[in-house]
T-cell receptor
Framework: DAEITQSPRHKITETGRQVTLACHQTWNHNNMFWYRQDLGHGLRLIHYSYGVQDTNKGEVSDGYSVSRSNTEDLPLTLESAASSQTSVYFC?????????????FGPGTRLTVL | AQSVTQPDIHITVSEGASLELRCNYSYGATPYLFWYVQSPGQGLQLLLKYFSGDTLVQGIKGFEAEFKRSQSSFNLRKPSVHWSDAAEYFCAGYWGAQKLVFGQGTRLTINP
């Protein structure tokens, strides 16, 4: 079955380190998204991509970057991790063929920055 | 800017009781509307969605939601909750550009 996976599921790192969170989908979806989830804020969009080589900034993109070299993967990189980036990160994908597409979410990565 | 508001951060209901979770969206163009559920330690699962047409939408797990344009609302309901419904529920709106705007979430606790 097609799915969307994230790795690692849990990560502890230190302030200043570079961290990369993986997202892989097997639906062949054009659109991929990264969100962070924080108490009281719901999910906020970090970056998104409409296809290979396309990336766009979301609502809370500072300190994060993404690259899209193929359809299946959209890794999220924290260039220099900060304690404020402790959060749960969700990846999502959608087909992109119509404006009524549903987004499908991965299981999430819990990141702790010490 | 477009926004989605869930006024209730936490709701507790007894098993078997009815449930209503509130969701309001900002004024302006009517968005497409979604309800997602997140079980502990899990990702988000789509419960139902509203694009147009019938304002009462049926979803999975016995949930339904009613769109009311006059109130800018899209409240989620279930006639009788089960202990397995304990989760966090998110309302989301879509105004275009393939981007969802989420509410803050409502945590549902079920008393036995």
């Amino acid at each position: 079955d097609a799915e969307i996976t994230q790795s690692p599921r849990h990560k502890i790192t230190e302030t200043g380190r570079q961290v990369t969170l993986a997202c892989h989908q097997t639906w062949n979806h054009n659109n991929m998204f990264w969100y962070r989830q924080d108490l009281g804020h719901g999910l906020r969009l970090i970056h998104y991509s409409y296809g290979v080589q396309d990336t766009n900034k979301g609502e809370v993109s500072d300190g994060y970057s993404v690259s899209r070299s193929n359809t299946e993967d959209l890794p999220l990189t924290l260039e220099s991790a900060a304690s404020s980036q402790t959060s749960v990160y969700f990846c999502a994908s959608s087909d992109g063929s119509s404006s009524t597409d549903t987004q499908y979410f991965g299981p999430g990565t819990r990141l702790t920055v010490l | 800017a477009q926004s989605v508001t869930q006024p209730d951060i936490h709701i507790t209901v007894s098993e078997g009781a009815s449930l209503e979770l509130r969701c309001n969206y900002s004024y302006g163009a009517t968005p497409y509307l979604f309800w997602y559920v997140q079980s502990p330690g899990q990702g988000l699962q789509l419960l139902l969605k509203y694009f147009s047409g019938d304002t009462l939408v049926q979803g999975i797990k016995g949930f339904e939601a009613e769109f009311k344009r006059s109130q800018s609302s899209f409240n989620l309901r279930k006639p009788s909750v089960h202990w397995s419904d304990a989760a966090e529920y998110f309302c989301a709106g879509y105004w275009g550009a393939q981007k969802l705007v989420f509410g803050q979430g409502t945590r549902l606790t079920i008393n036995p």
